[in-house]
Each structure stands twice: as structure tokens, then as C-alpha cells.
């Protein structure tokens, strides 16, 4: 069927793992382009990471990321698992973080290292991890795997064995054909 609002007919013919599914415009000067094939590889990357890190269909998948494409990409990869995405946004305070861990009992929160808004770089996972030293400190302290999304290449805490990068969790993630 060829659609009626088509430019011509090469968007028409081409096939739909090549074309954009998301357009995401950031910080100054960066845009990014994710077609159908792209956005659905990553989303299956993300959810064997999310499984090989023991996330099982009604586990909750907390997410305390901006509005950038990994925030997407987390939901489809919870979509594939029938696990729940929980939504930390950013703008959350500590305490309402500690209050949202307590509530959703997620064992994984995929955050990012910082983010740009208004203009500025803002703390990201700064804010989680002293959120998470709280919980603790409250003596709500289950397990937890922090999966951090580099977005600002800018240094940030590390707390080994439970801290893992996105990125190597998606490169690592075999998919199953």
C-alpha cells in the first residue's frame, strides 16, 4: 500500500528496518538518528543484559534517565522481558528517590552519568548514589545493579559490583537469533 502523505517513491520502497524511528535532538549541537533496525537491536541488547542481570517478566526495571534515546530503549527491552519500567525522573529529590527505591523494590535502575538542562550540566548519578547510600542507611538495602548510561563524559563515582556501564552491558549482551 503506498501511503498517500509519501515524499516519493523511494520512501515508499524502503524497507522499514532502515528508516528513522527516532529523532532525538540534546544538548547543543547533537542530534541523534535511531532507524527501526538500530532502535530494535539496542532494545534487544538491552533486554539480555537486563536478563543475564536476573530481571524476570513483573520484576520492575527503575529508570532515572533524561529524555535521551536510552530512555526508549530501556522501555521496548522492558516491553520484551514483560518486565515493569519504573520512572525515577530526574528532577526527583533524594528523599523522594529513597521513598520511590522502597516502593518499587527494583533491583535494577539504569541512570546516566549527568545530563544537560537549562543550559547547564547537571548531576545525574551523583544524586542517585547518595539516594542509594540513604536507602541503605534506612535499612532498605536488597541488591541492586546500576546500569550507567554515558552521556556527558564527565567523571563520576564508581561503586564496584554493583556499577556497570551501559554501553559494555549492551556490547557484551549475546542476542538470541
Known sequence: MISEHAEDVSEVQEPAASRIA???????????????????????????????????AGDRVAVHLPLVPESVIATIACGRLDAIRTTLPVTLTVPELVARFRESGARVIITADAAFWDGAVRPVKP???????RSAAAGDAPRRTVLVVNRCSRPVSWKPGRDLWWHEALESAAVPN
Open 22 to 56: 527516532l529523532t532525538w535532538s540534546g544538548e547543543p549541537g547533537r542530534l541523534e538518528e535511531l532507524t527501526h533496525g538500530t532502535l530494535l537491536d539496542r532494545a534487544d541488547r538491552a533486554a539480555a543484559a537486563l536478563s543475564r542481570l536476573g530481571v524476570r
Open 127 to 133: 544524586l542517585l548514589d547518595h539516594a542509594l547510600a
